[in-house]
């Protein structure tokens, strides 16, 4: 929590204005910045590959990224993006300014994983009390901020739909130091959490071998695409008896997913059938037979 500290102190200090500011960490910032920029408003659709980055993720989305299939991106996506990596910059400035250890950050690193070479690009490697972990940084919005980050590793540990603790693992064991977790930062109120993978688990074994199934599955010609999410039947409670509705609503996982409409074509986003709010919800049904009780 070392870090959290210095960040909480130096932000603090800086509100009284009493912080003394670095020209040449202001100079890195804006470079940091500039690079961001040209990363993401210059995206170049390259050979498809395996990355630490996205190697958790659903297998069904990988496969249909290999096939090349096209994924629907909005407007502001690429917003999205360049909030997460300009908070990430804003954040390294930060951390530079408040003396924390930074011992790389950004750096490449390469792994072997099932005679493939994977690579990857880690966010950080900080020391603090005299050990040097690797940290991933996340920018999150409020809700994901207080509803997973907060609750720590466990939650995480919960539902990871995009492979994150498996991309905190590949890095450090490409680094070569332990995993420390995530340093968070809420986009909307701006606080930060330090979220630590507690060091009594033993979770990575476990991560990487996964990771080389995953790798041996997405390499292998032979490989099927197969949705990995099913349509779940819409019910409702009638005088304490459960009754369906007929229709079937899509997946979370794939309501969010940029292959939606490759995967349901029929979907339909609808006020959600069981509401009896005024202005219900909407909803994907990937079946929609009642639209109304
Ligand atoms: S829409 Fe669902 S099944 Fe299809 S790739 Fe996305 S998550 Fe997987």
Redesign the pocket.
Known sequence: MLTLLNIQDFLQESIKGETPLSPDLIDQFVEDCQTSIEKQMKRQKGEWRIRMSGLGR?L??Q??DKKGVHEDMEYNAVLRFLFGDITEAILMFIMRQAGVKVVDFQKPCTLEIAGHTINGTLDVILEENGEIKVWDIKSASDWAFKNKYAHGYEKLLEEDPFGYIMQGYLYAEAAGYPFGGWLVVNKSSGEVLQVEVPSWQDDKPAYLKDAERRVKYLMNPNSKFV???TPQPETIKVKSEVVSTGNKL??K??GF????N???PKAVLHDKVTSKAKFPPKVWYTTLKTTSL
């Open positions: 659903p069904c989305q496969m249909l949705k990995g999410y899509m997946p996982e794939c997913c940029g292959y939606r490759h995967c349901w």
